[in-house]
Structures are given as structure tokens and as C-alpha cells.
């Protein structure tokens, strides 16, 4: 099975109508998406995919904020693409996100940070199951 990874475009990069630029980057890049669908993140579906930071100080504004309006969320295939998304995101912290990158380039605020990548393998394919439904996510 190839490598495949998640991002979120969240409720900021929504409303400030960041989501095409950022699609640009990513097929400007040659990067596959292999599933990608806008919704309304409920807060059940909001504390399983932020279970790890359950019980930090930010952990309830980010929930409040990622169920505030829509977000994208799309699959990405591709050799070491859990990676290169990542890099392609910029560090969590927009002051220290390199220019160029996404967080570098569009967010100031630490948790209004326009999207959101797996960190690892592992977390993606758990992401991946909490909003996909296999038939969503068309390979090959
Ligand atoms: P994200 O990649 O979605 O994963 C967890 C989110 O928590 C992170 O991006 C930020 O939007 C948010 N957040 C808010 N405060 C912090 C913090 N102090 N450290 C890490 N993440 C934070």
C-alpha cells in the first residue's frame, strides 16, 4: 500500500478563501490527492482526532475553534509523503514556519494555523480511518 497522509485545511483557511491557493501548491508540486471533501467537524469527531492533546491548556479553544465552520480535508499518496506534507505545512508555530511554506506564508496564530498534517506514518493512517471511508479514497 502506498504511502498516504492527511490535511486539513482548517475553519480559518476556509473562511479567508485559502483553499485554492493552497490546492495550487500542492498540484504546482506534482503531489497526488487521492480523496478530498469539505464538512462540518462535530466536537465527537473533534476530540478523537485531537484525543492526544486532551488535557493541554489549548486543548479546548482548538476544539471550539476546529468545529467553528467548515474545513477540507483531503488524502495524499506518494512516496515519503507524510514528509514532504509536513514540510510543506511549515512548523505548528506560524512565527517559526519557514517563508514559503504554508504556516509560514498565511498564519500568525498558533492555533489559527490554516491546516493541519499528520505527524507520522502512524497517525496518518488513524486520521485517515476518522474521515474517510475507504470507498472515499480513490488509488492508483
Ligand atoms: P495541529 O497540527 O492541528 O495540531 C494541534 C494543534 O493545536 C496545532 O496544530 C495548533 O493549531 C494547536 N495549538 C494551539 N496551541 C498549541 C501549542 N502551544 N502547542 C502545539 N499546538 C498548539
Same mark, same amino acid.
Given at each position: 500500500?502506498?504511502?498516504?497522509?492527511?490535511?486539513?485545511?482548517?475553519?480559518?483557511?476556509?473562511?479567508?478563501?485559502?483553499v485554492?491557493?493552497i490546492?495550487?501548491?500542492?498540484?504546482?508540486?506534482?503531489?497526488?490527492?487521492?480523496?478530498?471533501?469539505?464538512?462540518?467537524?462535530?466536537?465527537?469527531?473533534?476530540?478523537?482526532?485531537?484525543?492526544?492533546?486532551?488535557g493541554?491548556?489549548?486543548?479546548?479553544?482548538?476544539?471550539?475553534?476546529?468545529?467553528?465552520?467548515? $474545513? /477540507?480535508?483531503?488524502?495524499?499518496?506518494?512516496?515519503?509523503?507524510?514528509?514532504? &506534507?509536513? =514540510? +510543506?505545512?511549515? *512548523?505548528?508555530?506560524?512565527?517559526?514556519?519557514?517563508?514559503?511554506?504554508?504556516?509560514?506564508?498565511?498564519?500568525?496564530?498558533?492555533?489559527q494555523? $490554516? /491546516?493541519?498534517?499528520?505527524?507520522?506514518?502512524?497517525?496518518?493512517?488513524?486520521? &485517515?480511518i =476518522? +474521515?474517510?471511508? *475507504?470507498?472515499?479514497?480513490?488509488?492508483?
Amino acid at each position: 500500500m502506498p504511502e498516504q497522509t492527511f490535511l486539513m485545511i482548517k475553519p480559518d483557511g476556509v473562511k479567508r478563501r485559502l483553499v485554492g491557493d493552497i490546492l495550487i501548491k500542492l498540484e504546482k508540486k506534482g503531489l497526488k490527492i487521492v480523496a478530498m471533501k469539505m464538512l462540518q467537524i462535530t466536537r465527537e469527531l473533534a476530540e478523537i482526532h485531537y484525543q492526544e492533546h486532551r488535557g493541554k491548556g489549548f486543548y479546548e479553544e482548538l476544539i471550539k475553534f476546529i468545529t467553528s465552520g467548515p $474545513v /477540507v480535508a483531503m488524502v495524499l499518496e506518494g512516496e515519503g509523503i507524510v514528509e514532504i &506534507i509536513r =514540510n +510543506f505545512a511549515g *512548523k505548528t508555530n506560524p512565527k517559526e514556519a519557514g517563508c514559503g511554506t504554508i504556516r509560514g506564508d498565511y498564519a500568525y496564530d498558533l492555533t489559527q494555523n $490554516v /491546516v493541519h498534517t499528520s505527524d507520522s506514518i502512524v497517525s496518518a493512517k488513524r486520521e &485517515i480511518i =476518522n +474521515f474517510f471511508e *475507504k470507498a472515499e479514497i480513490l488509488g492508483k
